[in-house]
T-cell receptor
Framework: NAGVTQTPKFQVLKTGQSMTLQCAQD?????MYWYRQDPGMGLRLIYY???????DKGEVPNGYNVSRLNKREFSLRLESAAPSQTSVYFC?????????????????FGPGTRLTVL | AQSVTQLDSQVPVFEEAPVELRCNYS??????LFWYVQYPNQGLQLLLK??????LVKGINGFEAEFNKSQTSFHLRKPSVHISDTAEYFC?????????FGAGTRLFVKA
């Protein structure tokens, strides 16, 4: 039982390059999330998916796209990377569904991807 | 709108001393509050959460937090810290699927 896994662990991009961050969970969770963590700002929600086939914007969605490929996997894509997207990216999952609204359940986090955009 | 303010960015403390990490929140809806811990180069782990009921919440690793509605606070406490408690701690408020995190407090435990 690996929990939430993320690949890659580290990545360096040049401005304008594209890449996809991968996330998978093996806990049969319904909801998955992408956050970015910047110094002095805590974590900010980029996108979330409350069920397979659905995605919703979070606090800072600009410059990102997501895909909920199936129940296990939720990917984050940067189409044209910018230095402002240098950050540590965390994926998380939880059991919540739209019906349960998600407010009270526990989120489980992956180990993070450290991305640098030059 | 919801927001979270962690009042201290860094807290140094000696081993076996008590510690309090302060968190104030604002929310116009039902309040669900969380504390997470992040060890170096790792993801976040849940320490404890307040959903309803008793205002004193006990979590893992000997931590506890008290929900104070009148002061809109949710401070985290531990009566005696260990070197292994050195980490960053995040307070968070939840509304639906969206979690608002505080900026974090770095706890340094010195021998």
């Amino acid at each position: 039982n690996a929990g939430v896994t993320q690949t890659p662990k580290f990545q360096v991009l040049k401005t304008g390059q594209s890449m996809t961050l991968q996330c998978a969970q093996d806990m049969n969770h319904n909801s998955m999330y992408w956050y970015r963590q910047d110094p002095g700002m805590g974590l900010r929600l980029i996108y979330y998916s409350a069920s397979e086939g659905t995605t919703d914007k979070g606090e800072v969605p600009n410059g990102y796209n997501v895909s909920r490929l199936n129940k296990r996997e939720f990917s984050l894509r940067l189409e044209s990377a910018a230095p402002s997207q240098t950050s540590v990216y965390f994926c998380a999952s939880s059991a919540a569904t739209y019906r349960t609204s998600g407010s009270t359940d526990t989120q489980y986090f992956g180990p993070g991807t450290r991305l640098t955009v030059l | 709108a919801q927001s979270v303010t962690q009042l201290d960015s860094q807290v140094p403390v000696f081993e076996e001393a008590p510690v309090e990490l302060r968190c104030n929140y604002s929310s116009s809806v039902s309040v669900y509050l969380f504390w997470y811990v992040q060890y170096p180069n790792q993801g976040l782990q849940l320490l404890l959460k307040y959903l309803s009921g008793s205002t004193l919440v006990k979590g893992i690793n000997g931590f506890e937090a008290e929900f104070n509605k009148s002061q809109t606070s949710f401070h985290l406490r531990k009566p005696s810290v260990h070197i292994s408690d050195t980490a960053e701690y995040f307070c968070a408020v939840r509304g639906g699927f969206k979690t608002i995190f505080g900026a974090g407090t770095r706890l340094f435990v010195k021998a």
